[in-house]
């Protein structure tokens, strides 16, 4: 395996897109099926800065009507 490139994980198959074009996940749990007290507050704290962030960007922009600077 070349360094920097995750192992094969049968739950993602590479390659495979569902319906909406995101990265087929083949998981029969995840946290927007599981009960509060089972989501773990690691996952909850990844997720929350694109829930808060994107929105607010999404507004800046349409309110602006200009496109966020390449970095």
């Known amino acids: 395996m070349r360094e920097g490139r995750a192992a094969p994980n049968p739950l993602f198959p590479a390659g495979q897109r569902g319906e909406h ?3 087929l ?3 029969l749990d995840n946290s927007w099926t599981a009960r509060l007290e089972d ?3 690691r996952e909850l704290l990844e997720g929350q800065p694109v ?3 994107a929105p607010f960007l999404l507004c800046l922009l ?3 009507g200009s496109a966020l600077p390449s970095t």
């Open 51 to 53: 829930n808060t962030t």
């Open 39 to 41: 989501v773990d507050v």
């Open 25 to 27: 996940g083949l998981r």
């Open 62 to 64: 349409r309110r602006t």
């Open 21 to 23: 074009g995101q990265q």
